[in-house]
């Protein structure tokens, strides 16, 4: 048994028993994490190198957390202070990296796409950390193994996705990964968060309304508001969109029900978030960073078998 | 195919087995007992529910180790993950390594490494069902062993449980 795809570009691109093969083996690195020891040596002949073109702390970390515990020797590279800033291509980058004899590529990237372009390039397996607003897999896996930890299974349970849909990789990720592992899912916020021809293109159900959808759901995944991908504003201020759409304390109190609370982070506290939601017993946050280093180990673990044809029995 | 064990000669060696390790371990205060994923952990269940009947009252701490991660062979295969279930240290313990057949010694050697994790025993001792002589790639040994059998490289052992297979029983193919 092992993954059909050679690179982790985006769960668009994986069968149910891939994802299913991924949480099979992150619940052994689970256990591994929480040993004394807390490292292994499987890839101890591998050498990772993590390409960040854009800015990240949580991802990168959990990235480099999961190489460092496989065993894997790490180099890191930041696109500030790097030679992209003079000017060279993606392409020169990376084939310069690689020859330094160099096995795998985990990228981050601004523009959606990056890591599919470099997979035509290069015959090392590529992970992608997340590229423009396009996907970011690892983290719906995380979640969706989070989701599975808390409440047993994903077959049929209800899952919110709440807030900038539009500008979030984090969101079609997740859609793709609940919806094959049989969520029912629903995205919510406002209507100019959230991009036309939803329902038909991607199988969720849309709603404007959050106190209907959280009224619904077993799981809220609350998204930040991205200013930064925001050329023109799509809502008035900070401050009506968190009355509006902010998940807060009073509002799951009047719900009289358990939502579970998750969120990718960084949180805008006060703003998608309340601080009182998000240090309550009903979010799972720390939790999914736990499991975003076991995850992210499975996933570092299964494409290196993909390595110069070695199997994964 | 030539019967090595049959049902009852695999119950006489898993009862001989177990009186042999109470001999050397008494009450078990001191000792474990791990099972080698994934196929030594049926034996290592007999020789737990054995000894568990043979000492009535008397806890034994026993735990299962999968060795994927630490194989030697991850430069050519990589293997999906059995569980690991080991929630006591294994610090100044003596630990009893319980696998089906003994072969070239590599999952030992594994095994060794991956148990490291969870402390440094006082003493390792190795149980097998059936050791398979003149066959072995690293300087290891069973200290209690259920059958030793010669048997050339194209030749298998496979050891079946009632519990998996239908029967109890060792052949040679």
Same mark, same amino acid.
């Given at each position: ?171 079609? %990720?997740? #859609?793709?990964?609940?919806? $094959?592992? @049989?969520?029912? *899912? ?6 100019? !968060?959230?991009? /036309? ?85 009903? %979010?799972? #946050?720390?939790?999914?960073? $736990?499991? @975003?280093?076991? *995850? ?6 299964? !494409?290196?078998? /993909? ?7 | ?173």
């Amino acid at each position: 048994m092992s993954l059909s795809v050679n690179h982790l570009l985006g769960i668009r691109g994986l069968q149910r028993q891939d994802i299913e093969l991924i949480f099979q083996t992150a619940d052994q690195f689970k256990e591994v994490l929480q040993r004394p020891i807390k490292k292994v040596p499987s890839l101890r002949d591998t050498t990772i190198v993590n390409l960040f073109f854009e800015n990240s702390t949580r991802t990168r970390i959990s990235f480099e957390l999961a190489e460092k515990r496989l065993g894997a020797d790490v180099v890191n590279f930041s696109a500030s202070g790097s030679s992209v800033s003079k000017g060279e291509t993606l392409i020169d980058t990376v084939n310069n990296i690689l020859s330094m004899k160099v096995d795998m590529v985990v990228m981050r990237h601004s523009a959606s796409g990056a890591p599919h372009f470099l997979s035509r390039h290069i015959d090392v397996p590529i992970v992608n950390a997340g590229d423009g607003i396009n996907e970011h897999p690892t983290q719906a896996l995380l979640d969706a193994f989070s989701i599975r930890e808390k409440l047993g299974s994903l077959a049929g349970k209800k899952v919110a996705i709440c807030g900038d849909i539009m500008h979030s990789r984090v969101a079609l %990720s997740n #859609i793709y990964c609940l919806k $094959e592992l @049989g969520a029912e *899912v629903t995205v919510v916020g406002p209507p100019t !968060l959230i991009p /036309k021809h939803m329902e038909t293109a991607l199988g969720v159900n849309v709603s404007y309304d959050i106190r209907e959808t959280l009224a619904w759901c077993d799981v809220a995944n609350v998204l930040r508001i991205q200013l930064e991908r925001q050329n023109t504003p799509l809502f008035s201020s900070l401050r009506e969109y968190s009355l509006a759409y902010g998940v807060n304390r009073k509002l799951l109190d009047s719900l009289q029900k358990e939502v579970v609370i998750m969120h990718p982070g960084p949180i805008n506290r006060g703003v998608e978030l309340d601080s009182d939601v998000a240090d309550s017993g009903h %979010s799972i #946050i720390l939790n999914q960073v $736990e499991n @975003g280093v076991a *995850v992210r180990m499975a996933v570092l673990y299964l !494409l290196s078998g /993909k390595k110069s044809g070695k199997l994964v029995e | 195919m030539k019967t090595i064990l049959n049902g009852t000669q695999v119950a006489i060696t898993i009862d001989r087995l177990c009186h042999q390790l109470i001999e050397n371990h008494l009450d078990f205060s001191q000792s474990v007992l791990i099972g080698l994923q994934p196929r030594g952990i049926y034996l290592s269940d007999r020789i737990y529910h054995t000894l568990k009947k043979l000492l009535p009252g008397v806890h034994i701490n026993y735990g299962k180790l999968d060795i994927t991660f630490y194989r030697d062979d991850f430069n050519t295969q990589l293997h999906v993950p059995n569980e690991t279930t080991i929630d006591f240290s294994l610090e100044n313990k003596k630990v009893i390594l319980v696998d089906d057949v003994l072969y070239t010694g590599r999952t030992t050697r594994s095994a060794l490494d991956a148990m490291l994790d969870f402390g440094r025993p006082s003493v390792v001792e190795l149980l097998v069902l059936i050791d398979r002589r003149f066959t072995r790639q690293l300087p290891i040994q069973a200290d209690y062993t259920g059958r030793t059998v010669d048997a050339i490289i194209s030749e298998k052992v496979k050891v079946r449980w009632s519990d998996r297979d239908g029967k109890d029983e060792v052949i040679l193919e």
